[in-house]
Structure formats: C-alpha cells, structure tokens
C-alpha cells in the first residue's frame, strides 16, 4: 500500500500562486510514476501533470501547461505542484496519485485538496 497526502490548497485570487505537496510513505517511492489529478464539481476528473519515477519526463494538460510544474524529490518522498498565474477554471480539488511503474493506471489515491480560484 501507498499512503498519499496532500497540502497546499486554498483560495487565491486569480493570478495568484499556489505550491501543493504530496507526502508519500509505505512503499518505495521510486517504483511509482506520480501525477496531480482534478476534479471539479460536476466534471470528470482529469490529469493536470504527471512526473516518471526518476522525474526525467514530466506531461501536462494544454489548459496548464506554462502555468504549472510538477516535481519530485525521492529523497524526501514528496511530489509538488507548483501552479502560477491561476484562473477560476483551476478551481477543483487536486489529488494525488501513485502508478507503480508496471502498471497502466493510477493505483493509489490521496484524499484530495481544496484550490479555489477567484475572479
């Protein structure tokens, strides 16, 4: 098993900065490709930046790509979110999940941070 959790949300003004952090333990972190997912009332839930084991690739939705950037440091366990320039469409919960390397979808899930992105 893998336990995710998630920091970092809140309300920001649009054209604010947020950073999201997720913890990761249980497991060996560097077997498990990572990515940040959201899903907004109403809406299926979507990739937003997705990072490989060693933080080599990283993918992006279009609607963040220049505004978002994923990173990992495996020494500490940890995946953030860095979001720039944000607008009231980024307004969701963000989640947090865990694909182990071998596999082809996301096994693991976090609980999941509130963004809230005002006009």
């Known amino acids: 098993q893998v336990q995710l959790v998630e920091s970092g949300g809140g309300l920001v003004q649009a054209g604010g900065s947020l950073r999201l952090s997720c913890a990761a333990s249980g497991r060996t972190f560097v077997n498990y490709d990572m990515g940040w997912f959201r899903q907004a009332p109403g809406k299926e839930r979507e990739s937003v930046a997705t990072i490989s084991w060693s933080g080599d690739n990283t993918d992006y939705a279009d609607s963040v790509k220049g505004r978002f950037t994923i990173s990992r440091d495996n020494a500490k366990n940890t995946v953030d979110l860095q979001m720039n320039s944000l607008k009231p469409e980024d307004t969701a919960v963000y989640l947090c999940?865990?694909?182990?390397?071998?596999?082809?979808?996301?096994?693991?899930w976090g609980q999941g941070t509130q963004v809230t992105v005002s006009s």
């Open positions: 999940a865990a694909k182990w390397i071998f596999s082809r979808s996301y096994n693991y």
